[in-house]
């Protein structure tokens, strides 16, 4: 398989012509040069889509296997349904092409008659030119787009011509091309999105020459448009999000719809709608509108419990088990994920998920009908109204409902794992500190016992521990602490021999305080004491009047 790059940088894949078994096919470069028509078996193969699973993941820490589980929204189980799918829209693309092959004459002639539909400013319907289309509607969350995607996604979108059958080629195959319905449902709107789509894919500038040339109206626009996909070789026109029609404004649904009538009348366009419920109302017209093509119509409706297809879907993501402890499928856990999901396969992935990660953050680690419902609770509140409907089986009001909004994964397992946070933070925080406890307590009885080794007794050994721990908690070395309270025991020493120091005994029998003291001992007055002990010779004369005399 040779690749090449288009000026704007998209791949587009050399062509490589291949035999036909088909005779209708046989001579047509562009059906040629599209992938080989598939079996069953290899339409499985192709568009099967599991998670990697390996039972020693079941042991990683909780927040490993956050991200493991994740892995489940790239499931995809092959049903039978998509299997006729797959089928439909090959068929779809090779009949588009029959009638438009660029070697034959009648090439040339349909680009004269686009030509003059662009100076006529309308198309002119041919509808000799016989093509397909499809319409799918479904509930939201069954996967259309998803299976739609994988489907094209085995087919090469660009295809490059340069030579067929010895002759110089310089085209384009744009096998399909997937819009989205803007949301006012105007044409306009559509139109710009085709431009700008394929500028992406071709580096044209289409929406700078036509979408924003305002003297342009939509339904001038129609023949360009047509011719520019015939002029690309556009094999299938997907549009998604159809039912957005219901809310056109200017009466966007029917113009819209006449317009997708007209493109696969006048060029063979074959075209896909896929829509919600919503836009159930919208397709009784359009069926009449192309009843003579021989479109066909999905009605895509949630699985039933009793369906081969539900069983196939359950019992494969059920083998996708990362909690530590897995279980079987029982009947009662079957039950619970259905009547929780009513069947949607977008909703069941996303129990299954959700349980797992509950599951992990509760610390049971194993699945149970009772977490099932937990989650459902706690996590379908806003889709409820919506499975209550399809419950009922009321058609009306189901359409009532459009996109299926399911609380997103990151959100809850940001929730889950906040949760989980939490709780390890605390148990962390308690273990620590009781280490940290015990630690503490090891370190005083060790130093206390080095201490009583030293010589310090024992009661004052702890007291003097509890003080050096409380008053210097920095210090977490035993030997620190030790020498710290031992030089607090010395302290103690030092300042009794201190105390002794400035309280000196008196042992002089001539010491003047011991003569005052026993004096008052015996009653007599601090002087009677000196002048009895010789210190005082005589009393002074008082007769002042005398000697003054």
């Not at 820490?61 to 092959?78: A, K, N, P």
């Not at 100076?119 to 996967?143: C, D, E, K, W």
């Not at 310089?170 to 105007?186: H, I």
Request: proline share 4%.
């Amino acid at each position: 398989m040779e690749w090449i790059k288009i000026p704007n940088g998209t791949l587009a894949q050399v062509a490589q012509y291949s035999q036909q078994i088909v005779s209708q096919y046989e001579g047509n470069m562009l059906i040629e040069a599209l992938p080989p028509i598939m079996s069953k078996e290899e339409v499985v193969q192709a568009l099967s889509s599991y998670p990697h699973f390996d039972v020693e993941e079941r042991y990683a820490d909780s927040h490993y296997r956050f991200h493991m589980i994740q892995q489940l929204l790239g499931y995809f189980q092959v049903m039978p349904l998509h299997i006729d799918l797959e089928n439909r829209i090959s068929r779809l693309i090779r009949q588009g092409y029959v009638n438009r092959n660029p070697i034959q004459p009648n090439y040339a002639s349909q680009m004269v008659q686009g030509y003059a539909d662009i100076q006529r400013g309308q198309i002119r319907q041919n509808i000799q030119i016989s093509s397909s289309g499809l319409t799918i509607v479904g509930v939201s969350g069954m996967g259309k787009s998803t299976a739609i995607n994988r489907i094209l996604s085995t087919i090469p979108q660009i295809i490059s011509h340069s030579e067929y059958n010895g002759v110089e080629l310089s085209a384009y195959e744009v096998v399909f091309l997937r819009l989205e319905c803007p949301p006012d449902g105007s044409i306009r709107g559509l139109i710009n999105n085709f431009f700008v789509e394929l500028d992406q894919l071709l580096g044209t500038n289409y929406m700078d020459r036509f979408g924003k040339n305002t003297k342009l109206s939509a339904a001038s626009l129609m023949p360009i448009v047509a011719q520019i996909a015939r002029g690309c070789n556009l094999g299938l026109l997907c549009v998604d999000e159809i039912q957005n029609l219901s809310v056109a404004k200017s009466g966007g649904a029917e113009k819209m719809l006449s317009f997708f009538v007209t493109l696969s009348n006048s060029i063979g366009l074959p075209t896909i709608l896929i829509g919600t419920p919503t836009a159930q109302s919208l397709f009784s017209d359009f069926r009449i509108a192309r009843r003579g093509s021989g479109q066909g119509d999905v009605a895509w409706l949630p699985m039933k419990k009793s369906e081969p297809s539900w069983r196939l879907f359950i019992e494969g993501i059920w083998d996708h088990q990362w909690v530590r402890n897995p279980t079987e499928l029982t009947t009662e856990l079957n039950d619970t994920i259905y009547e929780a999901s009513c069947g949607i396969t977008d909703i069941a992935v996303k129990i299954f998920m959700f349980s797992q990660i509950r599951a992990i953050t509760s610390g049971t680690e194993t699945i149970t009908p009772q977490i099932i419902k937990g989650v459902v609770k706690d996590s379908l509140k806003l889709v409820e109204p919506m499975l209550n409907a399809l419950r009922s089986g009321n058609l009306n009001g189901i359409a009532r409902f459009g996109d299926i909004n399911i609380a997103p994964i990151d959100g809850f397992i940001a929730a889950e794992q906040s949760k989980l946070d939490l709780g390890n933070l605390l148990q962390t925080f308690q273990k620590t500190q009781k280490e940290q406890q015990v630690q503490a307590e090891r370190l005083k009885q060790d130093a206390v016992v080095r201490l009583t080794l030293l010589g310090v007794p024992e009661k004052e050994a702890k007291h003097n521990v509890s003080k050096i721990t409380s008053d210097m908690p920095q210090i977490q070395n035993i030997q620190e602490v030790v020498q710290e309270a031992y030089k607090l025991h010395l302290g103690l020493i030092e300042d009794k021999q201190a105390t002794s120091k400035t309280q000196p005994q008196i042992d002089d029998e001539r010491d003047l305080r011991k003569l005052v003291k026993a004096g008052k001992e015996n009653g007599f007055t601090a002087y009677q004491a000196l002048k009895d002990a010789g210190y005082i010779a005589s009393d002074f004369s008082i007769d002042t009047g005398s000697e003054l005399g």
